[in-house]
């Protein structure tokens, strides 16, 4: 139980182009949803919290409006980089909470390699 | 605020040796405490969580980890590694506060030799 999908695995894009991720949490209901970012041999660094209809909470030093995240339904999130540039090549993961599989316990997705050449 | 250190980067034991990953914590109220492990190119997998219920808390793959209000540890150990418990390894503390956002450790990278 507590599986937490995300699609693409790895990407590639063009620089000023936009690519959309997806986090699906396959059998359970997810209320709240973050976004990571990972850095290579770093540890993770939280981008942004979301709440199923809510606007998402970004952490400080994240750009909003080049990090749009949605989080339209209890299953679904997304996160699109826009206009994407070299700088945004990273790995990102997304992890899942809900309260039937613990509202405490984040379960998380096997990440998104971005490459923008 | 809470905060979550991790002593050593690297941890290298021999294949059957026991494995002790330190995680100690800061919190000013009653914390929930993680231990994920991470493979190479992977998301993160929970191992065992505390959550105030028994102190010694068993995981998966054999690990386990204790709970230490005293010494604000939260130790993973496992009795004898495994080549396939090489990975990285993260300690992570969580409050309730609504949305229970992660403090993660900076991680632990294990190295289990032959």
């Known amino acids: 139980g507590a599986v937490v999908s995300q699609h693409p695995s790895r990407v590639i894009c063009k620089s000023g182009t936009s690519v959309k991720i997806e986090c699906r949490s396959l059998?359970?209901?997810?209320?709240?949803m973050f976004w990571y970012r990972q850095f290579p041999k770093k540890s993770l660094m939280l981008m942004a919290t979301?709440?199923?209809?809510?606007?998402?909470?970004?952490e400080q030093g994240v750009e909003k409006d080049k990090f749009l995240i949605n989080h339209a339904s209890l299953t679904l999130s997304t996160l699109t980089v826009t206009s994407a540039h070299p700088e945004d090549s990273s790995f990102y993961i997304c992890?899942?909470?809900?309260?039937?599989?613990?509202?405490?316990?984040?379960?998380f997705g096997p990440g998104t390699r971005l490459l923008v050449l | 605020a809470q905060s979550v250190t991790q002593l050593g980067s690297h941890v290298s034991v021999s294949e059957g040796a026991l494995v002790l990953l330190r995680c100690n914590y800061s919190?000013?109220?009653?914390?929930?405490l993680f231990w994920y492990v991470q493979y190479p190119n992977q998301g993160l997998q929970l191992l065992l969580k505390?959550?105030?219920?028994?102190?010694l808390v068993k995981g998966i793959n054999g690990f386990e980890a204790e709970f230490k209000k005293s010494e604000t540890s939260f130790h993973l150990t496992k009795p004898s590694a495994h080549m396939s418990d090489a990975a990285e390894y993260f300690c992570?503390?969580?409050?309730?506060?609504?949305?229970?956002?992660?403090?993660f450790g900076t991680g632990t990278r294990l190295k289990v030799l032959a």
């Open positions: 992890s899942a909470s809900g309260p039937l599989a613990g509202v405490e316990t984040q379960y």
């Open positions: 059998d359970f209901q997810a209320t709240t």
């Open positions: 979301s709440n199923e209809g809510s606007k998402a909470t970004y």
């Open positions: 919190s000013s109220v009653p914390p929930y």
């Open positions: 505390y959550t105030s219920a028994a102190t």
């Open positions: 992570a503390v969580s409050v309730g506060s609504g949305t229970y956002k992660y403090i």
